[in-house]
Antibody, heavy 118, light 107 residues
Framework: EVQLVESGGGLVQPGRSLKLSCAAS????????MAWVRQAPTKGLEWVASISYGGSNTHYGDSVKGRFTISRDNAKSTLYLQMDSLRSEDTATYYCARYYYDVPPNYWGQGVMVTVSS | DIQMTQSLASLSASLEEIVTITCQASQDIGNWLAWYQQKPGKSPQLLIHSATSLADGIPSRFSGSRSGTQYSLKISRLQVEDTGIYYCLQRYSNPWTFGGGTKLELK
């Protein structure tokens, strides 16, 4: 069974950093591209970042470019999101998701909440 | 960036009714369009990919279509479990962009 389990969320002050993790199981992690998608409270979905299966290609949404870094450790089957210079508008539930070239994210984690507030 | 517009923020329909939800792309995105359903407190679920392909395990009452840069999700006979928020997503180019969502409720 495919499982994606996010962790690392919590309350953080503006300007500080936080690192999210997404532990994958039930599939060959290194075969799949991965993404982070977030959802602010009562708002819609926003794509944050994507990384290729080997980790060499990364892409970011405009609102996080230069502040967030997506990475992966295929040996540990784990995806990461390093979030620096956090702002109140980064407050959201963060989901990790698995996707393939021709298939959009079809497995998602349960999400982890990040609250940026003083 | 490509804008995806779901003109209806909410929609109310009766059981067994045919429901159509639309999404307009600001430019050509080919068939790089997916539809998701999200229920309260849950992760999104993929319904349709490549504009018209049904995702694994999704009931056949769901279907997708395309006319130029307008995309539609059709539910042929609305069921109770179909309530939720529906989002379109384009992956034609980075940044990926979602539509604002259409909330589907039972009348």
């Amino acid at each position: 069974e495919v499982q994606l389990v996010e962790s690392g969320g919590g309350l953080v002050q503006p300007g500080r950093s936080l690192k999210l993790s997404c532990a994958a199981s039930g599939f060959t992690f290194s075969d799949y591209n991965m993404a982070w998608v977030r959802q602010a409270p009562t708002k819609g979905l926003e794509w944050v970042a994507s990384i290729s299966y080997g980790g060499s290609n990364t892409h970011y949404g405009d609102s996080v470019k230069g502040r967030f870094t997506i990475s992966r450790d295929n040996a540990k089957s784990t995806l990461y999101l390093q979030m620096d210079s956090l702002r109140s508008e980064d407050t959201a539930t963060y989901y990790c998701a698995r996707y393939y070239y021709d298939v959009p994210p079809n497995y998602w984690g349960q999400g982890v909440m990040v609250t940026v507030s003083s | 960036d490509i804008q995806m517009t779901q003109s209806l923020a909410s929609l109310s329909a009766s059981l067994e009714e045919i429901v159509t939800i639309t999404c307009q792309a600001s430019q050509d995105i080919g068939n790089w369009l997916a539809w998701y359903q999200q229920k309260p407190g849950k992760s999104p679920q993929l319904l349709i990919h490549s504009a018209t392909s049904l995702a694994d395990g999704i009931p056949s009452r769901f279907s997708g279509s395309r006319s130029g840069t307008q995309y539609s999700l059709k539910i042929s006979r609305l069921q109770v479990e179909d309530t939720g928020i529906y989002y379109c997503l384009q992956r034609y180019s980075n940044p990926w962009t979602f539509g604002g969502g259409t909330k589907l409720e039972l009348k």
